[in-house]
């Protein structure tokens, strides 16, 4: 049954697969972070595999990359046949968007499972399905993103042919590799129709000027990569064209801002051209330079009836609609108790100071401070809350433990602690000082309700315990989710 290391057939595997196997097989069901899951019964006990970005009822061929003891790690070659569940869209399909196929409310359905099972499993909350106050659904399905992210390579996809091909390419890298584009032909269904349906028209005109595709494997060419920003609120579009310096003589700037006005006409707030030689294809833009050829280098974003300012390299919520929700959510849990007049609410990891500024709004006779080690960040907040008018916010730049070791008043006078960390979480060296603050509550909000799970097992051990908490769909289509979770020091000496 099983020839040059590969199983042909669909029989049950039978044993430990090995590291560079190649498997044929059924997904069983999904986990949390996009991961199908395939049960090996055995002699010894019951084996686990799991395959990023596949959907259940699946058949799909995959290469085992990683073995452990009672699981190991398979990577998506091919879907063979499509699950009964998914269902055909009138969009193009991306990596960036696996359960695009899948009913919104099966994945709704699918993403509370998963918070509770972490709840569980990780923050050893045995009473999650309680714990659920709200689940929040986006108010757009489709087209709800405000950034996206096109790469150019001269290594394509053939989707008809299914083999890679030696071709200039525009589009998202396909599932899996680094190196590969597939072009994006029509609407993905998640960012904005017109724009999407004119890259193709935008890829031709790249063609025409000879200059080449960026080569991903070998670090040469000339055009990397389409960064676009939306305001939805003012319908403009920012655009940044990112390229290396290699031909850049022969590129004529002006004729590449008079194609996009000639098919968005009135729509471009500003176009950008970025200069990137690092072989890296993050931008460092205090390393890069980059040039304003049309308009301006920032649009404004609207969330919650106060005005952002964003530009190109600035942290800004995904999904604005969504944004607004989870906002009004957070600040319900903020003053879930009132807060007396003068009153001080912390807000950690505050990026751009949406959340804090907002907070301040609300209750204009209560002080808000905002904690951001970014400097960019921090002065786009100073800058915009005096743009909304917002007196009773300060910003401290640094890291949150200095922060807080730097300024000793703040400990037993702070009512509300606010933490939106990034996806790992929150450092435990710094967990256990924002514990010392002995604040009367936490409002949590995460990205990687794994990691959040973990914080809030520490938290539940050093006093706190877990009142309720929200799941946000900011994300559909993809297996990303957000929380928000309020916690309350059981005994709290607060002066």
Not at 213 to 218: G, K, L, R
Not at 249 to 254: A, G, T, V, Y
Not at 450 to 462: C, G, N, P
Request: aromatic content about 10%; hydrophobic content about 35%; some cysteine.
């Amino acid at each position: 049954m099983c020839k040059d290391n590969y199983f042909y057939s669909m029989e049950p595997i039978v044993s430990k697969p090995k590291k560079g196997q190649i498997i044929q097989d059924r997904i069983e069901s999904m986990a949390y972070g996009g991961k199908g899951i395939i049960k090996i019964n055995l002699n010894e006990g019951q084996y686990v595999i799991f395959i990023s970005n596949t959907i259940t009822g699946q058949i799909v061929k995959f290469r085992i990359i990683k073995k452990k003891e009672k699981y190991a790690e398979g990577r998506l070659i091919e879907i063979i046949k499509k699950s009964e569940i998914e269902k055909k869209i009138k969009y193009q399909s991306i990596s960036g968007a696996p359960y695009s196929t899948l009913d919104i409310a099966f994945q709704q359905e699918l993403k509370k499972s998963q918070v509770i099972d972490l709840m569980k499993r990780i923050g050893g909350i045995t009473d999650s399905e309680k714990k659920l106050d709200k689940f929040i659904k986006s108010p757009r399905i489709w087209h709800y993103r405000n950034k996206m992210d096109y790469s150019f390579s001269s290594i394509g996809f053939d989707k008809k042919k299914n083999k890679v091909i030696d071709e200039f390419s525009l589009g998202f890298k396909r599932i899996n590799t680094w190196w590969i584009v597939e072009n994006l032909e029509k609407d993905s269904g998640l960012f904005d129709k017109e724009w999407e349906d004119s890259l193709m028209d935008i890829k031709k005109y790249c063609i025409s000027t000879k200059l080449p595709a960026w080569n991903i494997p070998q670090k040469k060419g000339f055009f990397r990569n389409i960064v676009v920003r939306k305001s939805i609120s003012e319908d403009k579009l920012l655009i940044e064209l990112i390229t290396s310096t290699e031909g850049l003589k022969k590129f004529n700037p002006d004729n590449f801002v008079k194609k996009i006005l000639s098919i968005h006409k009135k729509r471009i707030g500003g176009i950008i051209h970025t200069i990137n030689d690092d072989i890296s294809d993050r931008v460092d833009y205090k390393k890069t330079k980059s040039n304003i050829l049309f308009g301006k280098n920032k649009i404004n974003e609207t969330i919650n009836d106060l005005t952002f300012q964003v530009s190109m390299s600035s942290f800004f919520q995904t999904n604005p609609r969504a944004a607004e929700k989870l906002y009004s959510q957070v600040c319900n849990y903020v003053f879930e108790e009132k807060i007396n007049n003068g009153g001080i609410i912390l807000d950690l990891f505050c990026g751009t100071g949406t959340i804090t500024q907002i907070i301040a709004k609300k209750n204009k006779k209560i002080k808000v401070i905002g904690v951001e080690i970014v400097e960019e960040a921090i002065n786009n907040a100073i800058k915009n809350a005096k743009k909304n008018n917002i007196s009773n916010v300060s910003f401290f730049k640094g890291d949150i433990g200095k922060i807080i070791e730097e300024n000793p008043s703040f400990e037993n006078k702070i009512e509300c602690i606010v933490i939106d960390p990034p996806r790992s979480g929150v450092a435990k060296k710094s967990l256990k000082k924002i514990i010392n603050l002995n604040s009367k509550r936490i409002v949590y909000i995460s990205c990687d309700p794994s990691t959040q799970a973990r914080d809030y097992k520490y938290l539940i051990e050093s006093g706190y315990q877990l009142i309720k908490f929200s799941i946000i769909d900011q994300f559909p289509h993809t297996y990303h989710i957000e929380t928000i979770g309020l916690l309350e020091k059981k005994h709290c000496i607060f002066k």
